[in-house]
């Protein structure tokens, strides 16, 4: 007697009351050759049915099942003898509740329950029983109503149509805001997380300190873990690895979304895009490896060759792998807004006695730069939030300085090192990490917004 | 390349559609195809887009000062036509295009004519509007900067301006030079590329349905611009509305499949076709 066999039942129900709907509003039209009486098709009165029977039942069965648990419960405990109940702290009486499913459920148990246990798990089992025969019945009945009540109403001047098409409606509004509501939960439940943290650390130490220590001292007389919380180096080192990924993504990935777009003959770029839409695929944690055995060590011996003094987990080495991976999104962006620059434009320039390259430069260029900026813009966001290389090949040590052959940090860094491990969530550590997600976030949004005006401002100029 | 099939081929005028979907091949074109004064000079022009053959044996004349129509049904290879006189068909990979065409007695085909100074001398204008996604200024000033017309920033004023008077449009636009180009309306759109074509100071002009895309009063302004403009350039049109070659044009030549079928002055054309075809499809019978 199970939830899902129900909901098995209702689905059966609904597609048995399509089809009755649907006949009975052709027995109501007068036969098949009489439908263009009814205002609608008939199927939608078939839809119509199967909507009064599932709807009020699947509603309730949610419902139901959301609460069952909680009422009965409540009851069982209350028929509990109260000096049982009254001494125990919040987490002994939920240890309790659930040795009572457990016994009433029929699993095993590792010690011998009490009595009063007993009783209550006997007690809990009846009133499941009766619960569950309600739910039946209560289904039953409103299936049943729903088919009455559709067959009732299936009259040739229903509009069925328009009704159905409303619950749609309704049915994508709300499957769209789960969406919405999901990004609002994360937002709210990172704020307060933030605001506990900056109820023990001062916003302004976060935002404009120049020191990173998370460590916080568990015993007085600990050494070096003073608890330090400047967020500065966190996000020069954020800066300064993305400024290196871009350097190298957006000459490499722009010039060759050029040459595929426009120079490329036709079996060339059959295969050239696929290739290099190989490197978005390579998960991020390969990439991670790659940065740290390979790209690090070369580049400190490349280093030690010329006497400069190249970090083993440089930012320069972390930057170049960051960029590597980002080189994909840059071109293929960028390569469907200069295919979807029009021909005629092309041939407008070309017929003026253009060449290829001033036809690019001076024409396709300009008219596909909106396009071109938020597709880059796009990948910034994608840099400064990007983990797994960083956390492998660049290092923990929060330094704050401009030159990429040194070690620096990152803020997914720093996040990742927070919240690894054992850890209580009430320290300044683990909340501090809250707050760096809540900064990543709201400059990413700055940063997004800020792409929306640029493509937005040149659109205006362009079209 | 034979040049001299300038002879006048004449072909009876009872042949009908059926005969000559039989004799395809062997097509050859009713009417005067030269000009006494030709500044481009087609002869035996063949066209294939892949293995469709697109344009079959086509020769034809456009004199200076005058303005010739290319007519026809769709797909007959009007535009094809009027793309290999600048060389436009080496934009697509697929095309091959034989033949002779002399531009002033010099072979444009050649491979080691360079098509940019030869596109400065054959300007276009294409079907629907395609100003450049810029100001009306830098749309006119775009040809003259790429091919280092003018030494000062004066100059290019000058030319900017002179072309917009040419294509009519500097009343309507001297006040906001600097507004896109793209804000205009169709017809307006379609004077600043005409004007863009002028800028580089062309010899001829090759229009492709340059008014398909405008309503009667921006179409009635064009011709009358095209009109104007036959009086210092040469010009080719092609144009899907016989009223259109009827208006515009001096000598008027009707394609269809791929065949130039009839060449002569436009009031022959549509006063005494000499073929069927051109009979059928002036009196609107088909096409």
Same mark, same amino acid.
């Given at each position: 007697m199970s939830p899902s066999l129900l909901l098995f039942i209702i689905l059966a129900a609904m ?39 599932g709807l009020p039942a699947l509603l309730l069965l949610l419902f139901w099942t959301g609460m069952q648990g909680q009422i009965l419960t409540t009851l069982t405990l209350a028929e509990l003898p109260p000096e049982m109940t009254a001494e125990l702290s919040e987490g002994q009486l939920s240890l309790l509740v659930s040795d009572i499913r457990n016994l009433a459920d029929g699993n095993l148990m590792g010690r011998e329950p009490s009595a009063e246990v007993e009783a209550a798990a006997a007690h809990y089992q009846r009133l499941q029983g009766i619960a569950t025969a309600t739910l039946w019945a209560l289904v039953g009945a409103m299936v049943?109503?729903g ?27 709300l499957f769209?805001s789960i969406?919405?509501l999901t990004?609002?939960g994360i937002?709210l439940s ?48 954020? *800066? ?68 400069? +003094? ?25 390569? +469907? ?84 491990? +054992?850890?209580?969530f ?18 990413? *949004? ?18 | ?74 797909? &007959? ?6 793309? &290999? ?9 697929? =095309? ?70 040419? =294509? ?24 600043? &590329? ?16 340059? &008014? ?76």
């Amino acid at each position: 007697m199970s939830p899902s066999l129900l909901l098995f039942i209702i689905l059966a129900a609904m597609g048995l009351a399509y089809h009755i709907g649907r006949k009975r509003a052709i027995g109501v039209a007068g036969g098949v050759t009489q439908i263009n009486r009814l205002h609608s098709l008939p199927a939608y009165y078939g839809y119509y049915a199967a909507l009064w029977v599932g709807l009020p039942a699947l509603l309730l069965l949610l419902f139901w099942t959301g609460m069952q648990g909680q009422i009965l419960t409540t009851l069982t405990l209350a028929e509990l003898p109260p000096e049982m109940t009254a001494e125990l702290s919040e987490g002994q009486l939920s240890l309790l509740v659930s040795d009572i499913r457990n016994l009433a459920d029929g699993n095993l148990m590792g010690r011998e329950p009490s009595a009063e246990v007993e009783a209550a798990a006997a007690h809990y089992q009846r009133l499941q029983g009766i619960a569950t025969a309600t739910l039946w019945a209560l289904v039953g009945a409103m299936v049943l109503a729903g088919m009455a009540w559709a067959w009732q109403h299936t009259t040739p001047s229903l509009r069925a149509r328009n009704r159905v098409e409303s619950i749609a409606m309704i049915v994508l509004v709300l499957f769209s805001s789960i969406a919405i509501l999901t990004t609002l939960g994360i937002v709210l439940s990172v704020l307060f997380e933030s605001i506990r943290f900056f109820q023990m650390v001062p916003w302004t130490e976060f935002l404009f300190g120049t020191k990173w220590s998370p460590q916080i001292a568990l015993r007085a007389e600990q050494v070096g873990a003073s608890g330090a919380f400047g967020a500065i180096p966190l996000f020069t080192g954020t *800066l300064l690895i993305s400024f290196i990924a871009m350097l190298l993504a957006v000459p490499v990935g722009l010039l060759s979304a050029v040459y595929l777009a426009e120079y490329a003959p036709r079996q060339v770029r059959a295969w050239a895009k696929p290739v290099l839409e190989v490197l978005a695929g390579i998960p991020t944690v390969v990439y991670g490896f790659f940065a740290a055995l390979t790209v690090a060590p070369f580049m400190r011996g490349l280093g030690e060759s010329v006497g400069l +003094d190249i970090a083993s987990e440089s930012a320069l080495a972390a930057g170049l792998v960051m960029g590597i991976m980002i080189i994909p999104f840059v071109s293929s962006l960028s390569e +469907d807004v200069i295919n979807a620059v029009p021909q005629s434009l092309r041939d407008g320039s070309y017929a003026l006695g253009a060449t290829q390259s001033e036809t690019i430069r001076r024409v396709i260029f300009p008219a596909a730069l909106p396009g071109i900026v938020g597709g880059v813009l796009l990948a910034v966001s994608r840099a400064i939030g990007e983990t797994m290389i960083v956390v492998m090949a660049a290092g923990l040590a929060a330094n704050l300085t401009a030159n990429p052959f040194e070690s620096v940090t990152t803020v997914t860094v720093q996040i990742v090192t927070l919240l690894t491990g +054992d850890q209580e969530f009430d320290s300044a550590k683990t909340l501090a990490a809250f707050a760096l997600g809540l900064t990543l976030f709201v400059v990413t *949004l700055i940063l997004n917004v800020i792409a929306l005006h640029i493509v937005r401002k040149y659109r205006e100029q362009y079209e | 390349m034979n040049t001299t099939a300038d002879a006048i081929a004449v072909k009876p005028a009872n042949l009908t559609a059926d005969h000559l979907a039989q004799d395809q091949s062997t097509t050859t074109t009713v009417g005067e195809i030269s000009s006494p004064n030709p500044r481009m000079r087609c002869r035996d022009i063949n066209v294939w887009y892949s293995a469709n053959h697109a344009i079959k044996n086509v020769s034809l004349d456009i004199g200076q000062n005058e303005v010739v129509a290319m007519i026809g049904p769709s797909g &007959c290879g009007k535009s094809t036509f009027l793309r &290999c006189l600048n060389r436009m068909n080496d934009t697509i990979p697929a =095309a091959r295009v034989e033949g002779s065409i002399k531009l002033d007695g010099q072979e444009i085909q050649d491979k080691s004519i360079d098509v940019v100074p030869l596109r400065a001398r054959v300007g276009m204008v294409f079907q629907k509007p395609n100003p450049f996604p810029k100001s009306i200024y830098e749309n006119i000033a775009y040809g003259p900067r790429i091919h280092g017309l003018t030494n000062s920033r004066a100059e290019l004023d000058e030319l900017v301006e002179t072309s917009l008077q040419r =294509a009519g449009l500097w009343k309507e636009v001297k006040d906001r030079l600097d507004a896109p180009g793209t804000g205009l309306s169709g017809g307006q759109q379609q004077r600043l &590329c005409i004007a863009r074509t002028l800028s580089v100071s062309p010899e001829v002009i090759l229009m492709d349905e340059p &008014c398909s895309a405008l309503d009667p009063i921006a179409t009635a302004i064009i011709e009358e611009l095209i009109d104007e403009l036959r009086q210092q350039y040469t010009i080719a049109i092609v144009t899907h509305s016989m009223q259109q070659a009827a208006r515009v044009s001096q000598r008027t030549a009707y394609f269809h499949l791929g065949d130039l079928v009839e060449v002569g002055t436009t009031d022959d054309i549509f006063n005494q076709p000499k073929h069927k075809l051109t009979e059928d499809y002036i009196t609107g019978r088909f096409g």
